[in-house]
T-cell receptor, first 112, second 114 residues
Framework: KQEVTQIPAALSVPEGENLVLNCSFTDSAIYNLQWFRQDPGKGLTSLLL?????REQTSGRLNASLDKSSGRSTLYIAASQPGDSATYLC???????????FGTGTQLKVEL | DAGITQSPRHKVTETGTPVTLRCHQT?????MYWYRQDPGHGLRLIHYSYGVKDTDKGEVSDGYSVSRSKTEDFLLTLESATSSQTSVYFCAISELAGEGGEQYFGPGTRLTVT
C-alpha cells in the first residue's frame, strides 16, 4: 500500500526566502506525482504534475523534482511571498483507476 | 479553473438520515472521484468512476455509495449518516488515465452529522 509523507508539517519563513518542501513515498511504481495548494476553507489547486518519466517540472517561481528510485519529490519555491502562505499537498498516483494517495501536507506561512 | 461545482456547499444533518452530495462538471472528463478530508488523515479516496455507470471502491468506501448516470454528474450517497462521516468532501475529475491524468478538484462540501 502506498504511503506518502510530508515533512515538515508546518514551516514559517520570512518574505523573500527560497524554500523547499519535501514529499516521500514508499512505492516507487508511480505513474506521476502531483503538487497542490490549498487555502483555508478552499478546494485544492493543482500546481505541478510530474510524470514518472520526468525529473522535474517548472511553473513560474515553482520547481518540482522527482526521484523515483529514492521515493522522493521536492517542491522548490523561489523568492517566497506572503501570498504563498497556504497548505501544500503532494499526491502520488499508483495502480489503476488514477487513484491518488495524498500526504498530510505542509502548512507554509510567509511573513512580512 | 476546471468547471466543477459541488452541491450543497454546506450541510448539517442528523445521525441516521440519508444524504446525497452532487458533483457536476462541464469539462466532459471521463474520470470522476470522491475524496474526504479529515485532520490528521489528509485526503482519502472514497469511490471513483471511469465512465458512465462504471464505478469502483476507494480506500474508505464503507457506508458510501455512488452513481453516475451522465458524464457530467457523480453522486455520493451516505445511506445512513453517522458522526464519523462528518468531514469535508471533495469531488475531482481527470481526463486521462496513467501518466497523463492530472486531477482537478471542486470547492468541497462541508458535512456535519449531529
Amino acid at each position: 500500500k502506498q504511503e506518502v509523507t510530508q515533512i515538515p508539517a508546518a514551516l514559517s519563513v520570512p518574505e523573500g526566502e527560497n524554500l523547499v518542501l519535501n514529499c516521500s513515498f514508499t512505492d516507487s511504481a508511480i505513474y506521476n506525482l502531483q503538487w497542490f495548494r490549498q487555502d483555508p476553507g478552499k478546494g485544492l489547486t493543482s500546481l505541478l504534475l510530474i510524470q514518472s518519466s520526468q525529473r522535474e517540472q517548472t511553473s513560474g517561481r515553482l520547481n518540482a523534482s522527482l526521484d523515483k528510485s529514492s521515493g522522493r519529490s521536492t517542491l522548490y519555491i523561489a523568492a517566497s511571498q506572503p501570498g504563498d502562505s497556504a497548505t501544500y499537498l503532494c499526491a502520488a498516483r499508483t495502480g489503476g483507476g488514477n487513484k491518488l494517495t495524498f500526504g498530510t501536507g505542509t502548512q507554509l506561512k510567509v511573513e512580512l | 479553473d476546471a468547471g466543477i461545482t459541488q452541491s450543497p456547499r454546506h450541510k448539517v444533518t442528523e445521525t441516521g438520515t440519508p444524504v446525497t452530495l452532487r458533483c457536476h462538471q462541464t469539462e466532459n472528463h471521463r474520470y470522476m472521484y470522491w475524496y474526504r478530508q479529515d485532520p490528521g488523515h489528509g485526503l482519502r479516496l472514497i469511490h471513483y468512476s471511469y465512465g458512465v455507470k462504471d464505478t469502483d471502491k476507494g480506500e474508505v468506501s464503507d457506508g458510501y455509495s455512488v452513481s453516475r448516470s451522465k458524464t457530467e454528474d457523480f453522486l455520493l450517497t451516505l445511506e445512513s449518516a453517522t458522526s464519523s462521516q462528518t468531514s469535508v468532501y471533495f469531488c475531482a475529475i481527470s481526463e486521462l488515465a496513467g501518466e497523463g491524468g492530472e486531477q482537478y478538484f471542486g470547492p468541497g462540501t462541508r458535512l456535519t452529522v449531529t
